[in-house]
């Protein structure tokens, strides 16, 4: 997207744009923001979900086809660069740390194993119910919520 918009969409607005997990995955990510900005509608909302933290960028990132990373203060500019006031933002899942610095940074893995993924899956309605008592301080994955005016 960040080369223009789609011949598809040219000339379509929407309320909600939803970005889960893709955005790290294009390289003119600036430009694609600000094509979504584009395509919404006064008052309309952008919701992206990426990975965070750059200082977490490993083999598990590069093999997945990510640029990057983000920093909660890098995607805030970048949305308000692209037109956005931030209306929310949060970090979440806070035990994934663990295992994507263990496979990715210590192990230097390119996938994660299946079997590690399993028992996470399986533990993970548990772990999300103990962040949401808290509200954890870090996370694997950044939520941003753009507001166009």
């Known amino acids: 997207m960040g080369q223009g918009i ?10 909600t744009i939803v970005c889960m997990n ?7 990510d600036a430009g694609t923001l600000k094509n979504f900005s584009a ?14 933290y750059q ?12 640029f990057r ?19 929310h933002e949060s970090r979440f899942n806070l035990f994934g ?3 994507w610095f ?9 996938d994660l194993p299946s079997g590690q993924m399993g028992l996470f899956n399986k533990v993970a309605p548990f772990l999300f119910w103990l962040e949401n008592l808290t509200g954890p301080p870090m996370g694997l994955s950044l939520l941003a ?5």
Do not use: C, Q, W
């Open 69 to 87: 990373r983000y920093e909660k203060a890098e995607l805030r500019s970048k949305l308000v660069d692209a037109g956005f006031s931030v209306v």
């Open 39 to 52: 395509m919404l509608r006064p008052k309309g909302k952008l919701v992206l979900v990426v990975p965070a």
């Open 6 to 15: 789609p011949d598809i969409l040219a000339g379509r607005t929407f309320d």
């Open 97 to 99: 740390i663990l295992g």
């Open 55 to 66: 200082v977490l960028f490993n083999p598990l990132d590069s093999h997945d086809g990510h």
């Open 102 to 110: 263990l496979n990715g940074t210590i192990l230097r893995r390119k």
């Open 22 to 28: 893709v955005l790290e995955h294009i390289e003119d």
């Open 145 to 149: 919520v753009g507001a166009k005016p």
